[in-house]
């Protein structure tokens, strides 16, 4: 998913991650805005203090959806402790543009 960014005079904008500020935070717990799309699962890519992208995948059903509306908008919430963690393969981090 594209980090969903605040815009001045046009409104929010789209912005792939690797090409954005916002995706190099690490060990923080922070709010991040993107644009959601629904699937089964989700993954949450994280470049690791070993300097190795890794991703973290959750199911669907485990990650709950506060305040969404047909307009969009609503929360949804990362635990990564929770979540299954694994290295990104070469494959997955070039398909998505890393």
């Known amino acids: 998913m594209d ?6 005079l046009s409104g929010p904008f789209s912005m792939h991650p690797a090409k954005c ?4 935070y690490p060990n923080q717990e922070t709010e ?6 629904f699937g089964q699962r989700y ?3 994280t470049w690791g203090s070993d300097f190795k992208w890794l991703i973290t995948w959750f199911d669907a059903k485990d990650i709950p959806l506060a305040g969404r509306t047909t ?3 609503g929360a949804a919430s990362f635990d990564l402790s929770k979540g299954t963690t694994s290295p990104l393969r070469e494959d997955e981090r070039k398909a998505l543009g890393l």
């Not at 980090?3 to 001045?8: C, M, R």
């Not at 991040?32 to 799309?37: I, L």
């Open 3 to 8: 980090w969903s960014l605040p815009g001045t």
């Open 21 to 24: 500020v916002w995706s190099w």
């Open 32 to 37: 991040y805005h993107v644009d959601w799309r």
């Open 43 to 45: 993954g949450v890519v």
């Open 71 to 73: 307009l969009g908008g």
